[in-house]
């Protein structure tokens, strides 16, 4: 539900009738660029790194390319009342309950508000004509905008709005006690990084100084290598997890794959641990399906070759 009227938004962006009537007066030059739009469009939106996962499937996408032209030719309709802000709340609404982040609608407007300044541009060069239909139509890309975003905030206020004073007091100490958590994590995979140096420079140290073959030393340092550049995967990952982003098990996995490998690059160089070797050779095997279980699972969710 809209908390100001339609009349009292077009106020605070001071969207005028002027500005209605210049917009009008762009329409019949802006309809020969609908499909250039779109096209460009879609380019731009297929860079966002997750697009794909949910304009997942040629149905979709060609339903929203249509869509698309539909939003455009309502644009620069010059009618903007009630109606027209309705459509473009429920537009949110739908963007919002699909889980597409407001950063890619905030990011796709930039685009967009770019696309329409460079055919004004090429149209108007660079006029006083150019100056005033530029900023009428950047008042109605803000409010397009503005409505398109609404949803977005007002779920996440009446979501925390439902909670009680007790309830929220939990969700902000929990919240803290988990970001404390992910720091925790950080400063002991810090340590641990620390540690695997030491593990490194211990291999090189044994091999200068003969302790172990030249063969045995530089498998044990590769290993230690391995296992380094797991840690700094993982810690990669923490950072992002703190940052807000989801945390991948695969960075797991791979940890887990670098240990086994190191064992098995040692275990190889004695002829005799044959067993050993054949049962890490198994476990690689299994972290490997499960590796590529998930990587194969992810990639049919989130990539959709266009
Ligand atoms: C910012 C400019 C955008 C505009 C003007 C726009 C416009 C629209 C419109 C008009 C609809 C139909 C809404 C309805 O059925 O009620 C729609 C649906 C949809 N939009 Fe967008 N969109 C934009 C950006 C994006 C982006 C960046 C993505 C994804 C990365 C996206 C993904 C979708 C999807 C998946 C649907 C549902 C399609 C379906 O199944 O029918 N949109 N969009």
Same mark, same amino acid.
């Given at each position: 539900?809209?908390?100001?009227s339609?009349?009292q ?7 005028t ?20 739009f779109v ?23 060609n339903?929203?390319?249509e ?6 030719s309502?644009?620069?309709?010059g ?11 429920k537009?949110?609404?739908?963007h ?26 090429q ?39 439902? %909670?009680?004073?007790?309830? @929220? $007091?939990? +969700?902000? *100490? #929990?919240?803290?006690?988990a970001?404390?958590?992910? /720091? ?11 540690f695997?140096i ?28 391995l ?6 995967e993982?810690?990669?990952e ?18 887990? %794959?670098?240990?086994?490998? @190191? $064992?098995? +690059?040692? *275990? #190889? ?7 050993? /070797? ?11 399906i ?17």
């Open positions: 539900m809209f908390i100001e339609f009349e938004i077009k106020k605070d962006f001071d969207f009738e002027k500005d209605e009537n210049r917009i009008k007066e762009l329409k019949p030059i802006m309809e020969k660029y609908k499909d250039e096209n460009r469009l879609y380019k731009f939106i297929f860079k966002l790194p997750n697009a794909t996962k949910y304009l997942n499937n040629e149905e979709v996408v339903r929203h390319r869509k698309l032209k539909e939003w455009y309502d644009l620069f309709s009618r903007y009342d009630e109606k027209y802000f309705e459509k473009l709340y537009i949110g609404e739908k919002d309950k699909l889980g597409i982040p407001t950063h890619y609608i905030n990011a796709t407007f930039n685009f967009i508000r770019r696309f329409f300044i460079e055919k004004i541009n149209e108007f060069g660079y006029s006083r004509e150019r100056n005033l239909y530029v900023e009428s139509l950047g008042k109605l890309l803000d409010i397009n905008l503005d409505i398109l975003t609404k949803s977005y905030i007002e779920e996440e206020i009446t979501k925390y709005a439902g %909670l009680s004073k007790l309830e @929220r $007091k939990l +969700l902000k *100490v #929990s919240n803290r006690f970001n404390f958590l992910d /720091l925790i994590l950080l400063m002991a995979l810090i340590m641990m990084s620390f695997v030491g593990l490194f420079i211990y291999d090189i140290y044994e091999v200068l100084t003969g302790a172990v073959s030249i063969e045995e030393g530089i498998v044990k340092t590769l290993g230690s290598l296992i380094l550049w797991a840690v700094a993982l810690m990669g923490e950072i992002k997890h703190l940052q807000g982003g989801n945390f991948p098990i695969t960075a797991f996995i791979s940890v887990a %794959l670098a240990a086994i490998i @190191r $064992k098995i +690059l040692i *275990v #190889s160089l004695s002829p005799k641990d044959s067993k050993t /070797l054949l049962s890490y050779g198994a476990i690689l095997l299994a972290l490997g499960v590796y590529y279980l998930i990587t194969k699972k992810s990639k049919k969710e989130g990539i959709f070759e266009h």
